[in-house]
């Protein structure tokens, strides 16, 4: 493994869709199977050969802090704090980009995401194709897609339920895949983001797609998760 990388967990969330468990905790603690939510990507990343994390808290911080505290991994983990004020994804990356000035390359990873993606097989594609940034992608039912050529350029996006598109790239085929919630970019990519106000990564993508080289990795086989919903704690 490249020492270079280090990684970033999105924590901060209100939880909303999770209420009642996220009533007096942040979704990160929400257990599932006997483990909060926080201790499965955290082990998962540190178990691919990666030891400097970014989390970052907003909803309960304190008992995330608390509950790092308590539980030492065998790794640097480091709290961005958004307390103040929740960024979102491409916000919150700006906002923790003094933590990664020694880094080539950052692994950015939902907390509300379990799966069982190789992260070494996506870290290496993305080194191996020198692009910006690499979306793990999945064909799976949702109403927003990705869209990709035939090459897995990022060339769009589409809304199903509202019938939006942004195209960034021309291409003969849109080919539409749903994010994962993991992704990896190259550190260079936190210079880009114009500011650390309250905005998705998703439209910077689609903005800089049109200049730079943002590439899907897609991984239809085997297990994937959302634990956005109550409803997937129960199955």
């Not at 990356?93 to 950052?106: G, N, P, R, T, V």
């Not at 940034?133 to 799976?140: K, P």
């Not at 039912?141 to 990709?148: D, M």
């Not at 880009?192 to 990795?217: R, V």
Request: glycine fraction near 6%; proline fraction near 3%; hydrophobic fraction near 40%.
């Amino acid at each position: 493994m490249n020492m270079n990388i280090s990684a970033m967990v999105f924590a901060a969330g209100l939880g909303t869709r999770l209420y009642p468990l996220t009533a007096d905790k942040p979704k990160a603690l929400v257990e599932y199977q006997g483990y909060p939510l926080i201790d499965y990507v955290l082990q998962k990343i540190i178990n691919s050969g990666i030891d400097h994390i970014v989390v970052n808290i907003h909803h309960f911080p304190d008992l995330i802090i608390q509950y790092l505290k308590d539980h030492p991994y065998n790794a640097e983990i480091e709290i961005s704090d958004e307390r103040d004020y929740l960024r979102d994804t491409g916000g919150g990356l700006k906002f923790a980009a003094k933590y990664f000035k020694d880094s080539e390359h950052i692994l950015l990873h939902n907390v509300d995401i379990l799966s069982d993606l190789d992260l070494n097989q996506l870290i290496d594609k993305h080194i191996e194709d020198k692009c910006l940034a690499t979306l793990a992608v999945r064909q799976r039912e949702t109403s927003r897609y990705f869209l990709f050529d035939e090459a897995m350029n990022l060339c769009g996006w589409r809304n199903n339920k509202s019938g939006e598109e942004i195209r960034s790239k021309a291409a003969d085929t849109y080919v539409p895949y749903a994010f994962s919630g993991i992704h990896i970019v190259c550190r260079e990519l936190t210079d880009l983001i114009p500011s650390a106000e309250k905005q998705s990564i998703t439209p910077i993508y689609l903005e800089l797609a049109k200049e730079h080289s943002i590439k899907g990795f897609l991984h239809n086989e085997g297990h994937w998760k959302d634990m956005g919903k109550i409803e997937d704690f129960n199955s």
